[in-house]
Each structure stands twice: as structure tokens, then as C-alpha cells.
């Protein structure tokens, strides 16, 4: 009888010294993680915002691909929301409570079922050199059950950040591979109204082709906004030369304008082009699928008996701004080869 009384004794002060161990625990957590993805920051933003994309990189929608998910009418933004049941995931909801464009988004991530806890989880969002900063945060108070819980099975930042390390690996594939997305339309023969423009002329070797566009479009660019000259119409490039032999090209940066233009700067020059015929093949996508579209231009030409004239003009024109549509995929560059 004694010794049992002993083992009582004992097991009671082993409770008791277990419960003082959970009860001195911290009451509140906190963890994150990061990775850098190479893309532009508005772009993997506008993935994170949306809950209907969580699907695509969620590590907890992966283990429970039957899970029941319910959106919100509103998917992104303040208010945006989402709802998921399942055997593995259980009942929960999320919801985003405040954003900054570009910059960071706070949501709250409420559990029910196999247990009940409300956790915030932050997300910013860091332009680097490489690309994109994307730190992903979790933090919430501890309770008691909580604590319990965490005695026995580990911490909550151990259990939960390899799921977060996986998330943010998923959330740069999906990003990767969604502004890579191109497609290339040859439309066939086409009257290109021509027009005046202003334009700096340059040769260079082609590999330093992109480098001097991108200088030369900026400075023709700001010389018609600092005279209040009003474009008429989408940037274009002018090739004039393309010696692959000796690894050059000459080309011309334009901007078209609405009458013939007197210019003041001897390095910007006006020039007018004549309507012409031309074969018209559109990018949707990365500017460096354009020897593709260009191959597939000059294909169209010569499968069709076309006969390009030996001065005729051969031009790039721009609908997109890569500043204001920041994702690759969705760039738009018309071609144009002139035909007889």
C-alpha cells in the first residue's frame, strides 16, 4: 500500500512538474523563410495575392489534392478569402487582412478541425539584384494545448517551416514557367501605314544589340517628353544592316510622331517612312524568343514565294511597356518584313 501511494506521489509530481515545463513555455511564436526568385517582383506579388492560385504552389494543398476548397467572390486584396476541408488538411480558413502593392501582404489563417488556432501569416515582398526577396512569416500566440502539443511533437517553426521551404520552392517554378509562356502568330501580308518619326541611329556588335535599344529608346524617349512631342504610336526598332559575317548590326530607335518634327539635338533626327507591303508576325512573350518569331517570319516569306525588296524596311514595333506590363509573357512585339 505504501509503495503504491509512493507511485502516486511520484506520477503527481512528475504531472505537476510536466504542466509547470508546458505552462513555462513561450506564448508566442514566430518563424520565416526566404528565397530569392529571378522574376520580376509585381509578378510573383500578384501570384501570392490571388488565392486561386495557392493551389498551384500551397504544400498543404499538394498532401490533400481531394480537399474540398471554397473561394471567396473576392480572391485578392483586402478581403480576399478562402476555405478548405479535408482529411489530411482538416477545416480552416484564410483571409487577407491588409496589402501593399508590391511591397507586402498580411493574412490570417484560422484552423478548426483537428484543432482550433489563429495564426498570422506575412508575406513581403524585396526587390534584389537577381530578381525577387520573398519572405514568407508565420507568428501566434501559444496555449496551452498548443504547448502540449509542441512538448511532444516539436516545435511549431520544425513541424511547419519545411512546408514553407517547399511552398516558396513550388511558388518559383510555377513563376519561372509562367513568364516563359510565348507564342508566335505569322498573320501574313499586311499595309503598315508608315508615317513620320524621331529616331537615333547606332552600329554595334550583336550581342550588345539589347543593352544600346534599351540606352537609345530611353533617350529618344525623353527628348519627346522634355519638348512636349506627343508619340503617334508604339516604339519601333528600324534595322538597317545585319551582317552576321562580321557580327554586326545597324539599327535605329524610333518613335513616331504625328508631323514632320524639327529637332534641336543633332543626335536626334526626324525621318518618314513610306506605306508598305509587309509580312506581319506577332510575339506574345520574353524578347528573347525574337530570332524564333523572326525565323518564322522569314519561313512564311519563302514558303509563299514572297520577294523581299533589297531596301525595304524591316522593323520591330513595340506594344508593350515592360515598366507598366511587367511580366514577360504578356510583352507584345509586332514584326514587320516588307514584301513586294
Given at each position: ?146 504547448k502540449m502539443y509542441v512538448a511532444f511533437a516539436g516545435s511549431i517553426e520544425k513541424n511547419t517551416a519545411p512546408d514553407f521551404e517547399r511552398g516558396l520552392f513550388k511558388l518559383d517554378s510555377i513563376v519561372q514557367a509562367d513568364i516563359k ?36 529608346m530611353s533617350n529618344i524617349g525623353g527628348y519627346a517628353i522634355s519638348n512636349n512631342i506627343t508619340m503617334a504610336g508604339k516604339p519601333f526598332v528600324l534595322y538597317h544592316k545585319w551582317d552576321t559575317e562580321n557580327n554586326t548590326v545597324m ?90
Amino acid at each position: 500500500m505504501k509503495a503504491f501511494k509512493y507511485i502516486l506521489f511520484l506520477l503527481l509530481i512528475l504531472f505537476i512538474g510536466f504542466a509547470i515545463y508546458i505552462a513555462v513555455q513561450p506564448n508566442d511564436y514566430e518563424f520565416n523563410r526566404s528565397k530569392i526568385i529571378k522574376a520580376p517582383t509585381p509578378v510573383v506579388y500578384d501570384v501570392v495575392n490571388d488565392f486561386k492560385e495557392w493551389p498551384r504552389f500551397s504544400p498543404w494543398i499538394e498532401k490533400d489534392t481531394n480537399a474540398i476548397l471554397t473561394f471567396n467572390d473576392k480572391t485578392s486584396g483586402v478581403g480576399a478569402g478562402y476555405s478548405w476541408e479535408g482529411e489530411i488538411l482538416g477545416i480552416g480558413n484564410a483571409e487577407t487582412v491588409d496589402v501593399l502593392n508590391n511591397k507586402k501582404i498580411n493574412q490570417q489563417i484560422e484552423f478548426v478541425k483537428p484543432f482550433e488556432s489563429i495564426s498570422n501569416i506575412n508575406w513581403t515582398f524585396e526587390q534584389v539584384e537577381k530578381g525577387t526577396k520573398v519572405t514568407w512569416s508565420m507568428d501566434g500566440k501559444q496555449d496551452f494545448m498548443t504547448k502540449m502539443y509542441v512538448a511532444f511533437a516539436g516545435s511549431i517553426e520544425k513541424n511547419t517551416a519545411p512546408d514553407f521551404e517547399r511552398g516558396l520552392f513550388k511558388l518559383d517554378s510555377i513563376v519561372q514557367a509562367d513568364i516563359k509562356k510565348y507564342s508566335i502568330t505569322v498573320e501574313g501580308i499586311t499595309q503598315h501605314s508608315g508615317g513620320f518619326y524621331l529616331y537615333n541611329t547606332m552600329s554595334c556588335k550583336m550581342e550588345d544589340l539589347e543593352q544600346n535599344k534599351q540606352e537609345m529608346m530611353s533617350n529618344i524617349g525623353g527628348y519627346a517628353i522634355s519638348n512636349n512631342i506627343t508619340m503617334a504610336g508604339k516604339p519601333f526598332v528600324l534595322y538597317h544592316k545585319w551582317d552576321t559575317e562580321n557580327n554586326t548590326v545597324m539599327f535605329s530607335c524610333c518613335i513616331p510622331t504625328s508631323s514632320k518634327i524639327v529637332t534641336t539635338n543633332p543626335n536626334v533626327l526626324t525621318g518618314q517612312l513610306e506605306p508598305f507591303k509587309a509580312v506581319k508576325t506577332v510575339l506574345r512573350g520574353d524578347y528573347a524568343n525574337s530570332e524564333e518569331a523572326w525565323n518564322k517570319a522569314m519561313a512564311y516569306i519563302k514558303d509563299n514565294n514572297l520577294v523581299e525588296p533589297l531596301t525595304g524596311p524591316v522593323l520591330e514595333s513595340y506594344l508593350t511597356d515592360p515598366i507598366s506590363t511587367p511580366n514577360p509573357a504578356n510583352w507584345i512585339t509586332e514584326i514587320y518584313l516588307a514584301v513586294e
